[in-house]
């Protein structure tokens, strides 16, 4: 069974930045994939970011890129979110997903952390 928590978030003026994590628990296997997903109020979910646990390759949505970054730490079982930047467009619960495998659809969710940006 996989487990994800995040921390991280909090409220921070335009252009500032937070860094997220993701504390994974369980066993992740080398070709999983791990997301950062967000969805602000009245609107739908959206990909954020994605890293291949194996090789660290990363994937970014249109409006992160230039201004997000994710990582990993493997020894710590980790993923990362920095954004820096921000803007308050980018107020919304913040979610770490995970699925085994480049296709179909994310199995694990952490519970959200909040991201708030003032104007």
């Known amino acids: 069974q996989v487990q994800l928590v995040e921390s991280g978030g909090g409220l921070v003026q335009t252009g500032g930045s937070l860094r997220l994590s993701c504390t994974v628990s369980?066993?992740?296997?080398?070709?999983?994939?791990m997301g950062w997903f967000r969805q602000a109020p009245g609107k739908e979910r959206e990909f954020v970011a994605c890293?291949?646990?194996?090789?660290?390759?990363?994937y970014y949505a249109d409006f992160a890129k230039g201004r997000f970054t994710i990582s990993r730490d493997d020894a710590k079982n980790t993923v990362y979110l920095q954004m820096n930047t921000l803007k308050p467009e980018d107020t919304a619960v913040y979610y770490c997903a995970g699925r085994n495998g480049a296709v179909g659809p994310y199995a694990y969710w952490g519970q959200g952390t909040q991201v708030t940006v003032s104007a």
């Open positions: 890293i291949t646990w194996s090789d660290g390759r990363t």
């Open positions: 369980g066993r992740i296997f080398s070709y999983s994939y």
